[in-house]
């Protein structure tokens, strides 16, 4: 009888080995994939954030086409980085291109059009679709900084700014 239970204690301890060691495992593999996750949310971070500065700069100085040129060559990243970037960014970013391509749109309609009146119309509203995009892809960097834990860098300013004298 005692041989059955030392082979039944035998028995548990290489089972409880075997659970041993395949929990930890485990633990490594999902350790392994956090760390892997983490590295590429900060490297997507920093390459969004390059791209949303970039697109700043060129949505400034550019046509609507180009931006949307732009777009079109950055595609293939942000597909690829969509999973490790803030939700919110996704959701600026396809909002830019939507209304640069709204842009685009109003562009050419402008170019077809004689009315004065319908003229001013359209630019005033290309003017609202302009300044909407430079609120959302600030709206993209407010993100990243939330995502990072980063506050993002501010400019002080005096509290009480003298009168101009004239």
Same mark, same amino acid.
């Given at each position: ?7 039944? @204690? ?5 089972? @409880? @080995? ?16 956090? /760390? ?70 109003l562009n ?7 009315? /004065?009146?319908?003229?001013? @119309? ?14 959302l892809a ?29």
């Amino acid at each position: 009888m005692f041989i059955v239970y030392m082979l039944f @204690g035998a028995f548990l301890v290489l089972v @409880g @080995g075997f659970l041993a060691i395949w929990y930890q495992a485990k633990k490594v593999r999902q350790i392994h994939r956090e /760390e892997i996750m983490a590295q590429r949310q900060v490297e997507a971070n920093a390459q969004g954030f390059n791209h949303i500065t970039d697109l700043r700069s060129l949505m400034q100085e550019n046509t609507p086409e180009q931006v949307l040129e732009w777009f079109s060559q950055n595609e293939k990243w942000f597909l690829n980085s969509r999973l490790f970037l803030p939700p919110n960014f996704a959701q600026k970013w396809l909002s830019i291109s939507k209304y640069c391509r709204r842009l685009v749109q109003l562009n050419t309609k402008l170019k077809e059009i004689t009315d /004065e009146l319908r003229k001013g @119309g359209i630019i005033d509203e290309m003017r609202e679709y302009e300044s909407f995009c430079t609120k959302l892809a600030q709206e993209a960097l407010d993100e990243i900084y939330r995502d990072m834990n980063i506050a993002p860098i501010t400019i002080d300013e005096p509290q009480d700014q003298p009168e101009p004298q004239t």
